[in-house]
């Protein structure tokens, strides 16, 4: 690299030059951050659309919980009746 000393004593040509290879890396590196500030904005809207997915999962199965308890109480009332039953008819 060039100190600024070794910048002030470049010939025009040479100025140029590297006036033209500096204006090139800040081009490539503006577009490399472009696409980057891009990717990095579909990331963030996909993490909140999987947020939101995880939330509505999340509630889904505790819904399913809640009712599959509910179910079982049941199957545990009905089995119990079903006994209470046959004894009745058995002592019949």
């Known amino acids: 690299m060039y100190t600024n000393d070794d910048l002030k004593n470049l010939s025009e040509e040479d100025k140029k030059r590297q006036r033209n290879s500096i204006q090139l890396q800040m081009v490539m590196l503006e577009s490399d951050n472009r ?10 809207a996909e993490m909140r659309n999987l947020r939101m997915n995880e939330e509505r999962l ?33 002592v019949l």
């Open 58 to 90: 999340r509630i889904n199965l505790d819904e399913k919980r809640k009712r599959y308890d509910m179910v079982k109480n049941q199957i545990a009332q009905n089995e119990e009746e079903l006994k209470r039953m046959k004894k009745k008819l058995n």
């Open 35 to 44: 696409k980057l500030i891009s990717e990095h904005n579909l990331l963030d």
